[in-house]
Nanobody, 116 residues
Framework: QVQLVESGGGLVQPGGSLRLSCAASGNIFRVVSMGWHRQAPGKERELVASIFGGGHTDYRNSVGGRFTVSRDNTKNTVYLQMNRLKPEDTAIYYC??????????WGQGTQVTVSS
């Protein structure tokens, strides 16, 4: 069993910044990838950013240049630095980890609200 604990969400004004953290623990032999998805009301869950074991990263086009995903391999923790936030970034952000033989675990979600 793998557990993901997310933190860092909140309410921020447009143009502001937030830093999300997600720490994974449990029975992990190998991390394939860690990353973030988000889901806004009435929308499907979508990829925000992912980082793979070799260091490769993927970003959604709409967040490119504003968001940065990083990791601390010694603690199995992934971060999402979000800058120049826009109202359309408002969503529940879910941490995701893929481990071992492509087994996927999801975090509980953390709310990010961008509003004046």
């Amino acid at each position: 069993q793998v557990q993901l604990v997310e933190s860092g969400g909140g309410l921020v004004q447009p143009g502001g910044s937030l830093r999300l953290s997600c720490a994974a623990s449990g029975n992990i032999f190998r991390v394939v990838s860690m990353g973030w998805h988000r889901q806004a009301p009435g929308k499907e869950r979508e990829l925000v950013a992912s980082i793979f074991g070799g260091g490769h990263t993927d970003y959604r086009n709409s967040v490119g240049g504003r968001f940065t995903v990083s990791r601390d391999n010694t603690k199995n923790t992934v971060y999402l630095q979000m800058n120049r936030l826009k109202p359309e970034d408002t969503a529940i952000y879910y941490c995701r980890i893929v481990v071992d033989a492509s087994v996927v675990y999801w975090g509980q979600g953390t709310q990010v609200t961008v509003s004046s």
